[in-house]
């Protein structure tokens, strides 16, 4: 269907708002919402809001009935088809039908292999009115990475860049504190807040001893939305292809999950001396010793919707080289470091323009007293 009205739009237009609500709170699940209406009046709406916990449509059919109304002969606006299978939770297709609602409006399939087509099937099969593809570009937005590691098994990659203006992410003696300013640096909170993991490398953890952390009090907005634990923290990844790290970096004080990836073997006496939240993943290096970044992806793919890339040059350069990156962050500082100063990332030379890889740019602004750009390597639909 192509000729939505203006009412359609609106009340998808609400359903995805709703949905954006759990963007901090639903992983590994996607974000959903749903809006019933009946004779153009709402009458129930709701989201997912956690793992395990009722779905979006589940939420709205229970506003109805809470209210003392009923679904029957309603249109409920949904941002993701609803699911047919039994999970943590029955399903929302099924639950739907027996509330005898007429029509669902249903803006993007799901990628799930369990549910792609099927529950737009059982709804039709069931006389429901069904119509397909309304504002299905802002609604994929909002699951960029669970329909991204449904179709291939592997997570959205982010690489956020913080750099000045003539492209140098710290001095030439390694200096970087600080690039961006303070409304910048909350800005990456969020994205952190966001994410399913982060991956570093062993030379920052070694050189700026980070936490790399969500740090609540600096979420802004967020904080009036969400408590600080319903927050996840991302676990974090660092690569440390030779096992060098000891228990002593102040990432390990931090109480969430961290995986330390290498490419020999930690000594069961080393491991010892981690804390309880850390564990051990071993890959074979490549022949240049470095950890194999696919196999990675495709180990944290089995459960991580979005990872969040904040390494040095060589290592988010690997990234990019390797045409792994699905999107970039860059922070852009009013601030010129020098010829001297580090690259934002390490590549290899291209010899014509061709060689070198176009991004589209998806949104720029301000934040703060910097800019903030994003973009993408290819539009996901």
């Known amino acids: 269907m192509s000729n939505w009205s203006t009412f359609d739009t609106q009340m998808m237009s609400r359903a995805i708002a709703l949905a954006e609500k759990g963007r901090y709170t639903t992983r590994p699940n996607p974000c959903v919402g749903c809006v019933i209406v009946y004779q153009n009046k709402i009458i129930g709406e709701g989201y997912h809001q956690r793992a395990g916990q009722g779905h979006a449509e589940v939420n709205a059919l229970k506003m109805v009935h809470d209210n003392g109304l009923s679904a029957e002969g309603a249109t409920a606006y ?5 699911c047919s299978h039994y999970g943590r939770t029955p399903p929302c297709a099924l ?9 669902v409006v249903v803006a993007v399939t799901d990628a799930n292999p369990e549910v792609s087509g099927r529950g737009i099937t059982l709804l039709r099969e069931a006389g429901v009115e069904v119509d397909v593809g309304l504002l299905c570009e802002q609604a994929y937005d909002l699951n960029l990475g669970f329909m991204k590691r449904m179709k291939t098994g592997l997570p959205w990659i982010t690489v956020k860049i913080a750099a000045s203006l003539d492209g140098k992410t710290a001095l030439s003696n390694g200096v970087s504190k600080w690039i961006t300013g303070s409304a910048a640096r909350a800005d990456v909170q969020k994205y952190r807040a966001s994410h399913c993991a982060l991956i570093t490398g062993v ?3 070694l050189v700026d001893d980070p936490s790399l952390n969500v740090r609540y009090e600096t979420l802004g907005e967020l904080t009036t939305r969400h408590t600080k634990d319903e927050f996840f923290q991302p676990l974090r990844v660092v690569l440390d292809s030779r096992a060098r790290l000891t228990a002593t970096q102040q990432l390990f004080s931090i109480q969430s999950p961290i995986l330390l990836v290498s490419g020999c073997h930690y000594p069961e006496s080393v491991k010892a001396e981690f804390p309880e939240h850390v564990s051990f993943l071993q890959l074979t290096c490549d022949s240049s010793g470095r950890i194999p970044l696919l196999a990675l992806l495709t180990y ?16 988010a350069g690997a990234f990019v080289a390797q045409g792994l990156v699905d999107e970039v962050v860059l922070y852009q500082a009013p601030k010129i470091l020098g010829s001297h100063g580090r690259n934002m990332l390490q590549l290899p030379d291209y010899s014509t ?4 890889p176009a991004l589209q740019l998806i949104d720029e602004r301000n934040v703060g007293q910097d800019k903030r750009y994003i973009l993408r390597y290819n539009q996901p639909y």
């Open 203 to 205: 030379e920052t953890i």
């Open 78 to 82: 949904v941002t993701l088809e609803p």
């Open 95 to 103: 639950g739907l039908i027996n509330a005898k609602v007429a029509r």
């Open 353 to 356: 323009m061709e060689q070198t």
């Open 300 to 315: 944290l793919g089995q459960h991580a919707n979005s990872v969040l890339i904040e390494a040095g040059a060589t290592l």
